[in-house]
């Protein structure tokens, strides 16, 4: 098997005034992806739903050391809003199984992670 993640970008503002209805439609549409994965075969692994980016720190190395900072890595609207990590043998159909939240979502980034157990990279 393959280890794929499956990363999510959003709108925080969008999802931050979304109603309960709307965000439950979208918790809904995860539901059904996470079925549709199992019920055809692939593996998740791990995977979570991130916080708002402006509780992220970024830690970078400055002159004087390690510098800390607030808020996301990027300055864009969209933010990675989560991630999925899934085994599967079958990338095509990984992909169909993705559409499921591409359409609530936008696009996904879907990538394969390194196998170092394989001394592979």
């Keep these: 098997m393959t280890e794929y993640a499956v990363l999510i970008p959003g709108n925080e503002s969008r999802?931050?005034?979304a109603s309960d209805e709307e965000r439950a439609a979208m918790y809904a549409?995860?539901?059904?992806?996470?079925?549709?994965?199992?019920?055809?075969g692939h593996k998740v692994?791990?995977?979570?739903e991130l916080t708002h980016s402006r509780e992220a720190k970024v830690v970078r190395n400055g002159a004087d050391g390690i510098v800390i900072t607030d808020g996301p890595y990027a300055e864009t609207v969209e933010q990675l809003s989560g991630f999925y990590v899934v085994d599967t043998d079958d990338l095509d159909d990984l992909l169909q199984v993705v559409g499921v939240l591409a359409g609530a979502e936008g696009a996904i980034e879907v990538r394969p992670t390194v196998d170092h157990s394989s001394g592979t990279a």
């Design 15 to 17: 999802w931050e005034s």
């Design 45 to 48: 692994t791990g995977g979570n």
């Design 29 to 40: 549409k995860h539901g059904e992806f996470h079925r549709l994965l199992g019920e055809r």
